[in-house]
């Protein structure tokens, strides 16, 4: 079979990483005989420097021809200095919108060679850990009206419909069925009316999924559960802003952060992408980890390309990589070896 | 001198732990010579039961003629069928409005000999953790417009405006002017207009405060940063939502939220109160750690009372029992000597 598949690299570490990716594809293209056309194009800052926007239109027609995308990161203190709709962070947020890219998954998985580093105490993460969170991406107080009265007043308006949280609400259950059939729907209806609606949304969805232990928390509470209690968690679903915030916060628990892939999907479209940012720091230096890339080309073969065997055999290289004791700067310890961005691309691709 | 103290009980372990705070109040004014007249309010769920609503007239009215308010906790699960205007929470986001409580102060200490205690790993807590956050109390998303169109969909309005931030970054500042000397603002301004406002006047504000290091930070980053490398903050700045899961997570890393005061001020007002939550699962059992809401005490008598050093006398008794190993069942260990809720007031009381 014949795919397209196109490439953003994006700012910062984004051209070393998404490189990775690329090496990766072309290694399954050989192995399993299909043939991947890639593209690539420009989004964030580089778009910005390019072509004065963060999403110029031939970005976004590039990505409504293909069957698969995979994004590096953007932003970096170059463009730092621009206002809201000019910034590097909006060409990510364009795209989501303008692929119809609702429904975010963000594993937080702590991989057994690599218990150590999580923050927290070994008693707390005990056998490991192993959490999907399901963001609504295209909604809320992302996208909803904005702006600043006369009176300097500055507003931005968080709101849901029945249908967006539905159609959310029904990934979020489809996800705990092929998992551990247990959901944890994350709100604030004690305060915020639309959060009262998700609830009643969710609740209205779980009829539909008996086999599914659904219960409900307070996003304040979520954000303690997930330090004192995070193996209590399966999937948790909750809208555009708290999942930005609690999908970070469960990520750093894991310790290894330069490793979590994500996927932004919609009706059409599939996007994926590392859940950590453009690091200009490290920027060109053959530092930067670029597993988590990787195992979002897995995710894409997966979820975009229904080739799941080909998803398995990138995740297994990876896990043979990491069991080897093979490790980039950020995930090294004393009894391991460090190997730069291009080195730990050249193992995983031997290993598939 | 004679002062006025409203004591609001609330639900739950409401009861118990304010009796507590009650009782090291009597031994303040029998030691130091004041007279506090003690006056008992409704609020939350017994509010309802008692009057129908969770915050009645004479509440409020016995609030506004005081010179310190002491609250327990609020809700539980025989209110929890109830609808948003009605139920227990509306209680006290309403006694915070109506007091214009705008400025809210929630320290995260790690007490020493509860060092242990935390779920991160010590050497990320290293020689402690003292961090206070200021949130902003009475605007943004909690009380912006909110309700349901005639299309279904449900909607809750954040804004703030310039005098709004203005009068919270000055407490902020003001904060830190007394403590490490830096301030971490955190916000979205890369996503929200409201955000972008927020960022301006700290910066503006920020030129009265030369000495204070200013550093901002996104919300997402913030939860990720507070795991990692909590001791970089010293005070965090941020907006009602923002802070109401970020002082959570922060009060969960210390490991002692049983601990941990919390104090809401306004011009005129100020009301004290246990950051922790009202617990109905171990109400009435003499097991509740009383030592949050005693500490919130000594917060009144600091910033309402303008009596430091009565308030710090308590502070030492705390530590003085803490360090005699005594422990209420939430913070208990082998090797400490395990007290129920009345013992632990009573040596308090005893110590001061
Ligand atoms: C860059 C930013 C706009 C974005 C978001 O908040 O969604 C990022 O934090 C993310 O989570 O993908
Ligand atoms: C009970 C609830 C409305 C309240 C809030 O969200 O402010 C609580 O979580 C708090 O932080 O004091």
Redesign the pocket.
Known sequence: MEYRVTVMPGDGIGREIVEGAVKVIKKIEEKYNHKFNINYADIGGIAIDNHGTPLPEETIEMCKNSDGIILGA??GPKWDSLKGEDRP?RG??NIRKELGLYTNLRPAIVYEPLKNASPLKPEIIGEGLDICIVRE?TGGI?FGEKGVKEDGTAYDVLSYNEEEVKRIAVKGFETAMKRGKKLTSVDKSNVLESSRLWRRVVIEVSKDYPEVELNHMYVDNAAMQLLINPTQFDVILTM?MFG?IL??EASMITGSIGMLPSASIGEKYGLYEP?H?SAPDIAGQDIANPIATILSAAMMFKHSMGLPEEGTAIEKAVEKVLNDGIRTRDIHTDSTKLVGTEEMVSLIVKNI
Chains 1, 2 share one sequence.
């Open positions: 953007v932003g962070e990510l947020l991406l992302y555009n930005d999908s970070d859940i940012g």
